[in-house]
C-alpha cells in the first residue's frame, strides 16, 4: 500500500499540473446555481430515462426462442416482433432523448441564473 500510493499521488499531482483548470477553480467561477444544475441534469435525465423505457421504448419478442429481446433480429437471428413501445425508439434512441434532456435542464438551470 505505502508503496503504491507515492507513484499515484505523484501521477495525480502532475495531471494537475497540466490541467490547473481542474484544481481549485470551482468556487471562483461556478455559481451555485451552476453547481445545483449538475445534480438537477441528472435526476431529470434518469427520470427521463425511466418514463421513456416504460413507456415509448420498444419492447420486442423472439418467437423462435419464446423471450422478451430489444434487437431484430434476436441475437439468435430469428425476426423478432414488435409487442409494445414505438417502432425505432430502441434503447439506444431512449438513452439519447434522456441524456439530451439532463444536458437540457442542467444548461437551462445555469443559464437561468447566470448574471
Ligand atoms: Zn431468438
Redesign the pocket.
Known sequence: MTIVAPPLGGSLFGVGRAFPFLAGAVSPVFSLATLLAIPLGGVAGATADSVLGATVQELRR?D??D?A?ETD??????P?RLVRGVRGFSNDVVNLLATATGAAVAFGFATAFAR
Open positions: 423472439c423462435v426462442c423471450r429481446c433480429p434476436h441475437a439468435c437471428g430469428a423478432s
